[in-house]
């Protein structure tokens, strides 16, 4: 197993003649400068001693209070369940142990089960083993299950103490505000992704808007000329290939030009609007509704005969004459109607509703005429 050949490589590493001395400090601690300035642990941040030796708690407690004074919270357990208490007292707390440096050979709880144990509760916690025998199965224990950080071996120096426990705390520091930082990012990572969602959301609609705005004409709410043509060409399609009938209604408003002449051009924009309304309220839902120019729109009746779509005509006739214009009195409109057939174009579909239209008007206008 690899992580056996790493732990055999430590203790060969550390062996000097017949007997084990404590585990070298690494490089980057043993070099440079050797301040007794210690990494900076917040609130929160303490470390815990564990062992059944008072002799053993009151040498570590010698070696922190010379080297780092108060500025590191040291806590003291003479077994592994009193460290156990201590832990879960602290995450009460809301506190995180930050280092827990622990004997091995212990009554009751070992040092490498407390070590897994204490990996269970607070996984960030840096993990050193104490030992005064040779374990190997021990330190593996720890090793694989408890993430250990440092082996050290009884009796240990007490510079091999300073200088493990302060890498052992900028370990910590280091993994902590990493964890603040990945904790961030993930933070910003889920803003940003709200705020291209919102982004997003916004030119969708904004999008459908300008398509909405590409086919309706801005006065009146109708379907422009443009996507009249489209839904002409459409149905003209569905005629052919499927034999689905579909009919035309032209509609022009009468005298319309006295409308504007008299009482404005906003007087007459007034009544189109009107008009449209009036048009849309007694058309059914599949119908399409387009202005066609100036005074006249063109009603596209989907799936109607050419007597349906009379009948549509007449009934959106008889509510524009029996209507009150508030801007111009009562006013009335003519109507042509043609049904599509298997030989027609847009142009002559539109051109036969046309002709109907022209007769209407000629014989005496407010009537329907429909292309026979």
């Not at 370990?171 to 705020?195: H, M, P, S, V």
């Not at 504007?260 to 609007?273: I, M, Q, S």
Request: hydrophobic residues 40%; proline residues 2%; glycine residues 6%.
């Amino acid at each position: 197993m690899a992580a056996d050949a790493a732990v055999d490589g430590w203790f060969r590493a550390v062996r000097s003649g017949d007997r084990l001395h404590s585990a070298p400090a690494p490089p980057d601690l043993l070099s440079g400068d050797r301040s007794t300035e210690a990494p900076d642990l917040e609130q929160g941040g303490i470390i815990l001693c564990v062992d059944d030796d008072s002799t053993v708690l009151n040498a570590l407690r010698s070696v922190f209070a010379t080297h780092f004074g108060s500025e590191l919270q040291v806590e003291f357990a003479e077994s592994g369940e009193e460290a156990l208490e201590i832990v879960t007292d602290l995450k009460a707390q809301g506190r995180e142990l930050g280092l827990i440096i622990t004997d091995f050979m212990m009554p009751g709880l070992r040092g490498d089960e407390l070590l897994v144990r204490m990996h269970d509760l607070s996984p960030n916690t840096v993990k050193i083993l104490l030992t005064g025998q040779s374990d190997l199965s021990g330190v593996k224990r720890a090793i694989n299950y408890a993430n250990l950080y440092r082996f050290l071996e009884k009796p240990f120096l007490n510079e091999d103490i300073v200088l493990t426990v302060r890498g052992a705390v900028r370990a910590y520091c280091q993994e902590r505000d990493l964890i603040r930082q990945n904790e961030e990012l993930r933070r910003l990572n889920a803003e940003l992704e709200t705020i291209v969602a919102e982004r997003t959301r916004e030119l969708v609609e904004k999008n459908r808007e300008l398509e909405v705005l590409s086919v309706t004409d801005r006065l009146t709410g109708l379907f422009n000329r443009r996507k009249l043509d489209e839904v002409l060409d459409e149905e003209l399609i569905r005629c052919r290939r499927y034999a689905v009938q579909f009919s035309v209604i032209i509609m022009d408003i009468d005298h319309f030009k006295h409308v504007n002449d008299t009482w404005g051009h906003p007087a007459g924009d007034v009544v189109l609007k009107e008009m449209a309304r009036i048009a849309r309220e007694r058309t059914r839902d599949a119908d399409a509704l387009a202005r066609y120019g100036g005074e006249e729109f063109v009603i596209v009746c989907r799936h109607s005969t050419l007597n349906g779509a009379v009948e549509s005509a007449e009934r959106i006739r008889e509510a524009i004459a029996a209507h009150y214009f508030p801007e111009a009195g009562h006013l009335t409109a003519s109507f042509g109607v043609a049904a599509c057939c298997e030989t027609d174009t847009v142009a002559t579909l539109l051109e036969r509703a046309d002709s109907a239209l022209y007769r209407a008007k000629a014989l005496g206008r407010n009537r329907v005429e429909a292309d026979r």
